[in-house]
């Protein structure tokens, strides 16, 4: 792919700043069409169980191709939880979701596109399955006005709160 991978450019401090907003969310809204694609539309059902920035390929239009299946199956299963998801959640929860704004984008971005990411995001690693959306709910909440439902806490944070309580209440 002429541009590489997106995160040749998000690691870059040079080359991130080539993606301002317009073109993150396009690159998003991408990868969520991809997704969709290999969850529906394929002749096989495939769940890539890895997605990571540098399996975002980038074309000479910087629209977002989903490579490396080396872990993918055919079968759902639910993904790792991450860091991310843990510091997502606690800016989310107060109010704070813009502080995940890559800096180098100042204030040229919509606040109301970047809570929506954050929002869907948040919905798409819930715990439970059934409370995730489809990836053509995900398509269709980035590509309109549609909300979501709340997302709901997850019990990676519940349980890492209520160990850290208990351990700073311990003498």
């Known amino acids: 792919m002429p541009n590489r991978s997106l995160d040749t450019f998000l690691f870059d401090p040079m080359r991130r700043a080539v993606l301002d907003w317009p073109c993150r969310f396009n690159i998003i809204q991408g990868i969520a069409r991809g997704l969709l694609y290999l969850h529906h539309d394929s002749?096989?059902?495939?769940?890539?169980?890895?997605?990571?920035?540098?399996?975002?390929?980038?074309?000479?239009?910087?629209?977002?191709?989903?490579?490396?299946?080396?872990?993918?199956?055919?079968?759902?299963?639910?993904?790792?939880?991450?860091?991310?998801?843990?510091?997502?959640?606690?800016?989310?929860?107060?109010?704070?979701?813009?502080?995940?704004?890559?800096?180098?984008?100042?204030?040229?971005?919509?606040?109301?596109?970047?809570?929506?990411?954050?929002?869907?995001?948040?919905?798409?690693?819930?715990?439970?399955?059934?409370?995730?959306?489809?990836?053509?709910?995900?398509?269709?909440?980035?590509?309109s006005n549609t909300d979501g439902p709340q997302p709901k806490e997850p019990v990676f944070t519940i349980l890492y709160s209520h160990a850290s309580i208990s351990s700073s209440t311990r003498v």
């Open 43 to 143: 002749c096989l059902e495939v769940i890539h169980r890895d997605l990571k920035i540098s399996d975002i390929l980038l074309d000479e239009k910087m629209k977002a191709k989903i490579s490396d299946f080396g872990l993918a199956r055919i079968v759902q299963e639910t993904p790792d939880l991450e860091n991310t998801e843990r510091v997502a959640w606690s800016l989310w929860n107060e109010g704070s979701g813009l502080a995940l704004v890559d800096e180098v984008l100042g204030d040229s971005y919509s606040a109301t596109e970047v809570m929506r990411c954050v929002h869907i995001g948040l919905l798409c690693v819930q715990d439970n399955a059934a409370d995730r959306p489809t990836m053509a709910d995900v398509v269709l909440m980035l590509s």
